[in-house]
T-cell receptor, first 114, second 109 residues
Framework: NAGVTQTPKFQVLKTGQSMTLQCAQDMNHNSMYWYRQDPGMGLRLIYYSASEGTTDKGEVPNGYNVSRLNKREFSLRLESAAPSQTSVYFC?????????????FGPGTRLTVL | SQKIEQNSEALNIQEGKTATLTCNYTNYSPAYLQWYRQDPGRGPVFLLLIRENEKEKRKERLKVTFDTTLKQSLFHITASQPADSATYLCALGNTPLVFGKGTRLSVIA
């Protein structure tokens, strides 16, 4: 079991460029999440998907879009990157009763926008 | 407004002592609370979950308490070791989960 995998691990973008962060889980979990983590700000939820076919905004959704491609995969897209989106991005998943179970996190993507 | 606070950004303790980390919240009524450990450059890892009707939960050297009247959870690591040095995050069982900013614990040999 690989758990939660994220690609890429590192990325440098120029302002205005677009990119998609990929996330996949092999635990048959229903729920998946995208967070960003900045120094002094903790983990902030960008978007989440409680089940295949549904997505909801989190605390900081502006500038991002998501796609729950199937039960395994949940991608995060930056359409026009800005320096304020420089951060570490974590994908997570959880299964069973909604939100009661522990969240499993991926290794993170470190994104720098110049 | 809703707020979740972890007592301090950083905590230093001597090896062998008990580390106590605090998580306070306002304007939430979580059904449960979770604690996670995060090492530098890695994603958080789940440690413990405690429900609102549970006063205390233990796992090896870890103990968590949950006081819904005080709106507070305490996380204890007994007989602390340098390997326990990490950032510890509390998360409220709201919909969706809400994370605190974390406390960076350093255990000094």
């Amino acid at each position: 079991n690989a758990g939660v995998t994220q690609t890429p691990k590192f990325q440098v973008l120029k302002t205005g460029q677009s990119m998609t962060l990929q996330c996949a889980q092999d635990m048959n979990h229903n729920s998946m999440y995208w967070y960003r983590q900045d120094p002094g700000m903790g983990l902030r939820l960008i978007y989440y998907s409680a089940s295949e076919g549904t997505t909801d905004k989190g605390e900081v959704p502006n500038g991002y879009n998501v796609s729950r491609l199937n039960k395994r995969e949940f991608s995060l897209r930056l359409e026009s990157a800005a320096p304020s989106q420089t951060s570490v991005y974590f994908c997570a998943s959880s299964g069973g009763t909604r939100y009661l179970n522990e969240q499993f996190f991926g290794p993170g993507t470190r994104l720098t926008v110049l | 407004s809703q707020k979740i606070e972890q007592n301090s950004e950083a905590l230093n303790i001597q090896e062998g002592k008990t580390a106590t980390l605090t998580c306070n919240y306002t304007n939430y009524s979580p059904a449960y609370l979770q604690w996670y450990r995060q090492d530098p450059g890695r994603g958080p890892v789940f440690l413990l979950l405690i429900r609102e009707n549970e006063k205390e939960k233990r796992k090896e050297r870890l103990k968590v308490t949950f006081d819904t009247t005080l709106k507070q959870s305490l996380f204890h690591i007994t007989a602390s070791q340098p390997a326990d040095s990490a950032t510890y995050l509390c998360a409220l069982g709201n919909t969706p989960l809400v994370f605190g900013k974390g406390t960076r614990l350093s255990v000094i040999a």
